[in-house]
T-cell receptor, first 115, second 112 residues
Framework: GAVVSQHPSRVICKSGTSVKIECRSL??????MFWYRQFPKQSLMLMAT?????????EQGVEKDKFLINHASLTLSTLTVTSAHPEDSSFYIC???????????FGPGTRLTVL | GEDVEQSLFLSVREGDSSVINCTYT??????LYWYKQEPGAGLQLLTY?????DMKQDQRLTVLLNKKDKHLSLRIADTQTGDSAIYFC????????????FGRGTSLIVHP
C-alpha cells in the first residue's frame, strides 16, 4: 500500500519556540493532505485540510496563525507550530490521499512535547 | 453527544473472538470504517463498508452494519496478541468530501 512518512517522530522543545513537522507521501502524489491532533485516550481531531498549491482549510477552533500549514508540492506538507506552549503538546498525525473518494493513508505520527 | 461512540476498552483471551461495537449519529453516512492503531503509530485502514451493505467479511474480520440502529461492529475471529491495538470506528459522507469522523477508539487487550 501507499506509504506516508512523518519527520520527526518525536520532538521536545522549549515554550515559545516554533516546531516544524513534515509529512511526505513516498510513492504517490497526494492532492490532499490532512493534519490531525490526538490527545491521550481521545479521538483524532481534524485540524486542517490542505490541497497542493492552495491555502489550507482550517477546522473551527483551530488557530491558523498558530498552526501554519504549507502544501508546496504533491508529496510534501508541513505543519509549523508557532510559539509553542505546553498545551500544544500532543500527537500530530498527517494523512494523504490521491483524490476525492480515495483512501486516506496515515503517517506514523509525531509526538510533540513542549516544556 | 459525540458523532461516533465506542466503548474504550475490551479485554479478550487469545484464541477467542473479539467484538468491538460502535454507534454513529449521522444517518447520511456513506462509508463506515475500521482503523487500527498500534502504539506510537499512525492509523491503518482495516476495512470499510458502504452504507447499503449489511455485512462484509475479510479473512478474520467481519463487519456488521445495522443501519436502522446506526450500529457498526467489528468481529475479529481467533484473536491473537498481535491484534492488541486501538481500533477506531469512523464514518464519512459524500457531502463531507469523504473525510472521516473518528470515534475515541477501543483499546483491545489480548491476553494469553
Amino acid at each position: 500500500g501507499a506509504v506516508v512518512s512523518q519527520h520527526p517522530s518525536r520532538v521536545i522543545c522549549k515554550s515559545g519556540t516554533s516546531v516544524k513537522i513534515e509529512c511526505r507521501s513516498l510513492d504517490f502524489q497526494a492532492t490532499t493532505m490532512f493534519w490531525y491532533r490526538q490527545f491521550p485516550k481521545q479521538s483524532l481531531m481534524l485540524m486542517a485540510t490542505s490541497n497542493e498549491g492552495s491555502k489550507a482549510t482550517y477546522e473551527q477552533g483551530v488557530e491558523k496563525d498558530k498552526f501554519l500549514i504549507n502544501h508546496a508540492s504533491l508529496t510534501l506538507s508541513t505543519l509549523t507550530v508557532t510559539s509553542a506552549h505546553p498545551e500544544d503538546s500532543s500527537f500530530y498525525i498527517c494523512s494523504a490521499r490521491m483524490g476525492l473518494g480515495n483512501e486516506q493513508f496515515f503517517g506514523p505520527g509525531t509526538r510533540l512535547t513542549v516544556l | 453527544g459525540e458523532d461516533v461512540e465506542q466503548s474504550l476498552f475490551l479485554s479478550v483471551r487469545e484464541g477467542d473472538s473479539s467484538v468491538i461495537n460502535c454507534t454513529y449519529t449521522d444517518s447520511s453516512s456513506t462509508y463506515l470504517y475500521w482503523y487500527k492503531q498500534e502504539p506510537g503509530a499512525g492509523l491503518q485502514l482495516l476495512t470499510y463498508i458502504f452504507s447499503n451493505m449489511d455485512m462484509k467479511q475479510d479473512q478474520r474480520l467481519t463487519v456488521l452494519l445495522n443501519k436502522k440502529d446506526k450500529h457498526l461492529s467489528l468481529r475479529i475471529a481467533d484473536t491473537q496478541t498481535g491484534d492488541s491495538a486501538i481500533y477506531f470506528c469512523a464514518e464519512s459522507m459524500t457531502g463531507g468530501s469523504y473525510i472521516p469522523t473518528f470515534g475515541r477508539g477501543t483499546s483491545l487487550i489480548v491476553h494469553p
